[in-house]
Each structure stands twice: as C-alpha cells, then as structure tokens.
C-alpha cells in the first residue's frame, strides 16, 4: 500500500507542474496573436463565442498535432526556452510513467527543431524517460507487476537468463523488434535484474532508427506546403534515407540474433519465434 500511495505522490506532483507550466503561457508573437484575434472576431460577428486561443494537450490525431506544431513554431520565435521545456517536460512524463504517444511527439520534435537537433532531442528525452520508469517500477511496482502479469514476466525472464551472456545484444534485440512492448521492457527491467547502465545504452541505440523515423517525418512534413513538394527529388531521396536507417541496422541485428541469441518462445505480431518459424 505504502509503495501505492508512493507513485500517487509522483504522479500527481509531475502533472500539477506540466499543468502549471502549459497554462502559464508567456504572450504569444505578435503575428499569431493578430492572426487568431481577427479569427476569433470573425466568429463572433457570426454568433460564436469562439475557442480559447492557446491551447495546450497531447495531440491524439495528425490533425491536433499540426495544429500544435503550429502553435508551439509561432511561439519558438520568441520563446525559445519555454518551448524547449515544455517539450522536455511532457516528453520524459509520457515516457516515466509509460504513457502511449512517444511517435506523436517525435514527429513533433522535427518539426520543431529539425531532423538532426530533433533526432538527438528525441534519443536523449526517450532514454532520460525510459530511466525513470525504470527507477519508479523498482522502486513502487515490482510487486504488483509480477501480480498482474506474471506470464510475460516468467517468458522474459526467462529469456534474458537464456541470453545473460550476450544481454546488450538481446536489449538492443528486442528494441529494434518490439516483440515485447516498450513500455513493458521499461518497467520490467528491474525485475529482470538487467544493469541500470546497460538498459541505459540499449535504450538509447536501439531506438534510434524508430526515432529517427518519426522526427525525420515530422521535418518533412513541416517543409511540404503542396503535393508537388512530396514528390520532388529532395522529398524522394529523404524518405529513401528513412527506408535505409530503418533497414540496415535491423538487418544486422537480426542476423547476428539468428547466430547469437536464444530467441524461441518469444512473439511477434502473434507468431511465435520458434525453429519451425524460421
């Protein structure tokens, strides 16, 4: 109960701040401010109250999010840091406390900030969020995640015992084939005993490619305005690289898992990983 309550604490404490932090907005640009008064006047000229002007959430669709992609890129121009820290803030609390949404944000991260500064902005907020739903599953939920799911953590476990001699591999593995969730891997690796530096590093290269996908798809996307845009050689050629930063590390790993790694028993999509299936 006391380990309950514990986490209760760190959640409510984390949202009250994210609240605070996207309520108390500083003053827009001046140009979007413009730009949403005159709409705003619009639809009261024709009966409607209107919206709030800010507005901040999570976005749940492609369309929330360039709409806040929008917002936070008018406010980037004169408020760097906030903006900044607000990203840092709602991305390590999605990813602390196993929230789903990671690829919204890091397509919202490119087009923030670009491929490269995005790219290295998403790896380092992912792993820094990844570490501490691993310190809060060892230090509230080891107990009540063997209780809830004790199969998937009896399969695991037992593979990693399996692999304990080749574990980074296994890690990097089973990230860049999710066969098991990420956010189950983040909160049962304590309980697998796997060294907090170790799920460190492997958290952090063996996303890459995933996140190199979304943030690269978000720069794309903020620099296309027609459909012409799409199918330009320049458009064609990134969304070529994207294909081969995905492709070539997973094929790599995958093969050294076939010579290396104990991999029979686990799933992917359903399918178990046995010696019939392969």
């Not at 820094?128 to 809060?136: A, D, E, H, K």
């Not at 049962?188 to 996908?213: E, H, K």
Request: glycine share 6%; aromatic share 14%; hydrophobic share 45%.
């Amino acid at each position: 109960m006391r380990s309950v309550a514990g986490l209760i604490c760190v959640v409510a404490s984390a949202t009250l701040y994210l609240y605070l932090l996207s309520s108390y907005l500083p003053p827009g640009p001046r140009h979007f401010r413009q730009k949403n008064e005159g709409e705003k006047s619009e639809e009261n000229a024709d009966g409607d109250s209107g919206a709030e002007e800010y507005s901040l959430r999570f976005p749940s669709d492609l369309e929330e999010l360039r709409e806040l992609a929008e917002l936070l890129q008018f406010y980037k121009t004169e408020h760097t840091g906030y903006v900044l820290l607000l990203f840092c803030s709602a991305y390590i609390y999605k990813q602390s406390f196993a929230i789903p949404g990671s690829s919204f944000l890091n397509i919202l991260a490119g087009a923030l900030f670009g491929p490269w500064q995005g790219l290295l902005l998403a790896c380092v907020l992912t792993t820094v969020g990844s570490t501490f739903c691993y310190l809060l599953s060892q230090l509230f939920g080891k107990r009540h995640i063997v209780r809830f799911f004790p199969e998937k953590v009896d399969k695991l476990q037992r593979k990693v015992e399996e692999n304990r001699s080749s574990l980074f591999f296994f890690l990097l593995f089973l990230r860049f084939f999710p066969m098991t969730p990420n956010w189950f891997l983040n909160v049962t690796a304590p309980i697998l005993n796997i060294p907090i530096t170790m799920f460190f590093l492997s958290v952090f290269i063996g996303l890459i490619p995933y996140n190199f996908i979304c943030v690269r798809t978000g720069s794309i996307l903020s620099e296309i305005s027609s459909l012409d845009d799409i199918f330009s050689w320049g458009t064609l050629l990134q969304l070529l690289a994207i294909a081969c930063m995905a492709l070539l590390p997973g094929t790599l790993i995958h093969r050294y898992s076939h010579a290396h790694l104990k991999l029979q028993g686990l799933e992917q999509n359903g399918h178990r990983l046995d010696k019939k299936s392969r």
